[in-house]
């Protein structure tokens, strides 16, 4: 199976967020929870018992003007809040605590390395 360098890009800046979140005590529940015709939660974390939900978005474009959190927006945001709810009804949660969270995760190809911005309670 051939990737793309889109989808790579992304399956790295999932993997540097859920062991950013490992370093800050998250317990890693779920990785890419998908729900056939609705939609994929990229990270599900648990932390002294919050549940959170964590989209990630990866860019590796140097352009400081750019963000990835321009592709959440509202109509993702919804959809995104679907899927938590799905997860926790099938999952007995319903009456559970959570967050749902992004990652921005930009990779800088010069020094091999990533920098993350963690939004903890970002919808």
């Known amino acids: 199976m051939n ?26 529940i779920s990785r890419n929870w998908e729900k056939p015709k609705i939609g994929e939660i990229d990270i599900i974390a648990k932390k002294e018992n919050i549940i959170y939900f964590v989209e990630v978005k990866t860019t590796a474009i140097s352009n400081p003007n750019y963000s990835p959190l321009e592709h959440l927006d509202n109509r993702k945001l919804k959809k995104f809040q679907r ?23 930009y990779l800088n190809n010069k020094t091999k390395g990533a920098k993350i911005n963690f939004i903890e309670d970002f919808y």
Do not use: M, P, Q, R
Request: proline letters at 0%; glycine letters at 6%.
């Open 3 to 28: 990737l793309t360098k889109k989808k790579k890009i992304g399956n790295l800046g999932e993997e540097i967020s859920s062991n950013f979140l490992k370093n800050k005590g998250f317990k890693i």
């Open 83 to 105: 899927i938590v709810n799905h997860y926790l009804i099938e999952n007995n949660l319903i009456d559970s605590e959570y967050k749902i969270s992004a990652i921005l995760c």
